[in-house]
């Protein structure tokens, strides 16, 4: 399950999510996505992850498709979640990121406000 996070403004989406989410909840937020792409050309995005999420394998290809489609929109990536883990695959995931212009950062959950400033700037 996904939500819109009501901070979302301008060419900044801001989404969180928490469960499973499913090719129709992927498409739903793709769309969102390509819409603003359409007002903005560039956009950012801030996924704050909540503790036991999971993806479909349907919704994660159309996720890998869609981003690999669109990198020239993407001007800011930024994860919000805690742990390790997801911080050394994030910073992975950032450098290849780096060289297709995209600027990608993890954040732990209790730096939500250092994570809206910088996708916000």
Do not use: C
């Not at 989406?13 to 769309?31: M, W």
């Amino acid at each position: 399950m996904y939500t819109i996070l009501p901070r979302s403004n301008g060419p900044v989406l801001g989404v969180e999510i928490s469960g499973k989410v499913d090719i129709e909840q992927e498409t739903e937020l793709i769309a969102k996505a390509e819409e603003m792409i359409e007002a903005f050309d560039k956009i950012s995005i801030l996924v704050v992850l909540g503790e036991h999420v999971g993806i479909s394998f349907e919704a994660a290809a159309s996720d890998i498709k869609w981003v690999l489609t669109h990198m020239k929109h993407l001007h800011k990536v930024g994860i919000v979640a805690d742990g390790k883990l997801m911080a050394a695959l994030v910073a992975i995931d950032a450098t290849f990121a780096k060289m297709v212009g995209i600027q990608e950062k993890h954040f732990d959950r209790d730096e939500i406000e250092t994570a809206w400033h910088w996708i916000e700037s």
